[in-house]
């Protein structure tokens, strides 16, 4: 399906990417946003091929794949501007006082070098070979080394192709970008081990994240892995919100739950509510919804035994209830909706039922009291989302509960449902430990650029010899700290 | 000596903690910067008494310790100032778009939870009880579990007594702060692996800290672990510079290199050169100013044992030559400056010649070539510190290899010496591995603060119950990124 790259071509490559950072670093905000809006044009030119041959590797209908390059466009772009901005150098100058004998000190932040990027399938486009990572690690001054996913091939080329257009059209070195295909576990190691790689983003599976964060520590010189490993994204029901919304909230958690064949990090595996007559209305409107979902293809044969495999455990629990399922039998490899339920007593006891189950399926937990519901935030694992369906009574009658759980989530969501990530300066798309390996990073949004940068400080630097986003002049007209203050002027005007 | 806190009540005191992250993590910035003041009004009023306690502990002049002590009192203030600029918050709100079906999005950092601290012995004050990192830890909304330096314990009570004496004043939650002692490894890797504990903070050998990542890795869910481990703060020193200034760098290294018996984290402790002349002269002013060094206490015996541990190591190597030693004998426990010469090729061939020595001790590396200057370089781990003694013309011709340094340190020097670390928002302590765990974070400055936070996002969030920073009538006057630019305003005053 997939030629392997060679052990002898990815060294080549690294090596390259190795001298291409030498470069790149030194290029300023204003030239890696000219670059980024580049790469953007040349994707949004890609057309009905690109569109064609997406749907044909990932089953994804052409509605969802056009949506989602637009997103991914929207991406270089919106991660382009926050670059040109200085944002992420973060530049703060401390001027001399010679009186104090005290130096001058700039600082501001830099690439970390050459960064192994592995392409998620769920999102062919977005977290994927020209994805918001690959952006992100351009965007720091970092060249990338993408490694494909197996699953969209053609797709990846194409869009490996159009990056590489950009770099031979700037005159940029060839090494900025480079795009290895495989698909043994063994390049993952190869590519994470490798000294002249300082840093990983990963979007899959809890096993393959950590597998590579694990690895990433036990080198010589251990590097940052950046994956996003999964959640099942619990959603709190609280007691006046049900009772007021029951069906409402179960056509949106319905919708949710089996958008694009639940194949969403953000996607609701789980309902928690007190049992009674509430939540009894919500399940009765939740099985009407979910018997009329059509099952559809799954992106994968992998993914979709996957979510086989993982939906036969769930429901070979014990204590479990099937509630609903989809009517329409499911072909092979389409994914059915199913929801079941089970009590916050079982769900607390038995570990297998807070995994994730990658696809559209769902667990309903009935609690006895708020006690139970308090006790299974106190037992979550960190989740990319938590939402809270409540109405302003609820809050205000579970504020410890709800102050609890912000401990617990990157994005806390007041009603709503989680789907959907917005490419915006106020998304996090990282949650604590297991959901990600690092809770103080984004891999959405203008703010997923830090992820690959680090600070420099000069000390007693000839200005000539700084970086332009710390020279005296500001020639890039950035925002800088200086002296403590916020300052965006030029130092020169401000001292003659 | 010092009495082992059981781990009966560590337990106690990290759950209390635990407790008191509920209370901290919901503070305002503001709220927090006053504790800081106070703080740091607290520690300026301990007086002859500290002195002349930490004196004894740790054999350092009263001089340096007024110095620290101001230093301390001072990182308190100014990262106190930063925090209530609510700099670390770096709130960003996306106003919501109905027309687009966009939510509301706001985002804020928040503190990750109870930190573990482990005090230095080197500085008693601005890196230990009530240094640096639980200030740090303290603005970012951390509860912070010291454990204390079992070489200076007197000094680490009073500290902890000064900050406990703020949080009772305040009527805050006792365990917003816990001072455990003992000299044990098993305490301070009970407390890394403590499922509670969210971050450690540690400055000191590189086996310690090294130790703490390893096993903050390998918990079920991994921490961050801000280790600094050490530093062998190269000079690379030029030729134009050397021949129009030997004389003149030989003090300032000399000076540099015996400051403080060379217990620093920046000390110079290696010096690269081409060899010729101009490094002859060098090397003829050095011998006189380091004989002339007076042999001074180190701090305890444990330093003093390793220093001269690895001193002798260091004077065992082959191809190596004493080119200078203090004239006076040193007594027991105290530090004899001492320099030693090795060709590049040693250099780059025998690891043992790269170790830090932690004391006076240096090592001037002659070059052949530039080429084998440029090789040490390529060579070189990740360190603290580099110093580029260097004229302008120097720097022309030599770019690419300064190019290169970048990736090997966290602070880069013109001329002068590393030693002396300004606690100012330019700063970058922290510098790729070895030299620290994550190159990304600094401890000294203001910015130090970033460590302790992680980004939280809420949606479509009512503003009644959302944290100060992030209400539309921005309460406390922070600077926000709204829809993607600055602004500091009231939403709702741009609204009517």
Redesign the interface.
């Known amino acids: 399906m997939m030629e392997e790259t060679s052990t002898q071509n990815i060294d080549k490559r690294i090596q390259m990417a190795a001298e291409a950072?030498?470069f790149l670093?030194?290029t300023t905000v204003t030239e890696r946003a000219e670059f980024m809006n580049a790469v953007a044009d040349q994707i949004e030119a890609l057309g009905e091929d690109l569109l064609a041959i997406t749907h044909t590797e990932t089953s994804l209908p052409l509605a969802r794949l056009i949506g989602e390059k637009a997103r991914t466009v929207g991406q270089w772009r919106?991660y382009a501007?926050?670059v040109a901005a200085g944002t992420y150098t973060a530049p703060?100058?401390?001027l001399a006082q010679p009186e104090k004998q005290?130096?001058d000190?700039?600082?501001y932040n830099?690439g970390?070098?050459p960064v192994v990027i592995f392409g998620a399938s769920n999102f062919p486009f977005a977290f994927s070979t020209a994805g918001g990572d690959t952006a992100s690690a351009i965007g720091a001054g970092c060249p990338v080394i993408i490694k494909a996913h197996p699953e969209h091939p053609k797709t990846s080329q194409m869009m490996a192709d159009a990056i590489t257009a950009i770099v031979n059209a700037f005159g940029w070195p060839e090494g900025i970008f480079s795009h290895i295909t495989g698909t043994s576990y063994e390049i993952g190691t190869y590519l994470t081990q490798h000294p002249d790689i300082r840093a990983v983003a990963f979007t899959g599976s809890f096993q393959g994240g950590k597998a590579l964060?694990?690895i990433a520590?036990r080198r010589e010189?251990?590097i940052?892995v950046f994956a996003e490993m999964g959640s099942i994204n619990p959603v709190f029901a609280f007691q006046n919100l049900l009772e007021t919304k029951a069906e409402i909230l179960a056509k949106e958690y319905s919708t949710s739950l089996t958008l694009g064949a639940g194949q969403f990090c953000t996607n609701p595996g789980v309902l928690i509510a007190l049992k009674g007559n509430p939540l009894d209305r919500f399940i009765t409107a939740l099985k009407d919804e979910i018997k009329g979902i059509a099952p559809s293809h799954m992106l994968h044969k992998g993914i979709f035994e996957s979510f086989e495999k993982h939906k036969t455990i769930a429901l070979a629990q014990p204590d479990i209830e099937v509630i609903t399922e989809a009517e329409t039998i499911a072909n092979e490899g389409q994914g059915r909706a199913i929801v079941i339920k089970t009590t916050a007593r079982d769900f607390m006891t038995n570990p297998a039922l807070s995994e994730e189950v990658f696809g559209p399926f769902g667990i309903i937990v009935t609690c006895e009291t708020h006690e139970e519901m308090a006790n299974i935030a106190q037992q979550l694992?960190?989740q990319l989302t938590i939402t809270i369906a409540a109405t302003?009574e609820d809050?205000h009658e579970n504020l410890?509960l709800?102050?609890?759980l912000?401990?617990k989530?990157?994005?806390?969501?007041?009603?709503?449902m989680p789907t959907g990530v917005?490419v915006?300066?106020?998304?996090?798309h990282?949650g604590?430990?297991?959901s990600t390996?690092?809770?103080?990073f984004?891999s959405v949004g203008p703010?997923a650029v830090k992820r690959f940068?680090?600070?420099?400080?000069?000390?007693?630097?000839?200005d000539?010899?700084l970086p332009e986003e710390l020279k005296d002049e500001n020639p890039l007209q950035i925002?800088r700290?200086v002296d403590?203050e916020?300052n965006s002027g030029s130092l020169k005007l401000q001292t003659t």
């Open positions: 950072f030498q670093k030194n919106s501007k926050a703060r100058i401390d005290k130096g000190l700039r600082k830099v970390i070098g964060f694990d520590n010189n251990p940052p694992k960190g302003h809050l410890s709800v102050n609890l912000k401990d989530c990157g994005r806390l969501l007041f009603n709503g917005e915006v300066y106020a998304m996090q990282g604590p430990f297991p390996t690092d809770a103080r984004t703010d940068v680090r600070p420099i400080s000069f000390q007693n630097w000839p000539a010899f925002s700290i403590g916020m």
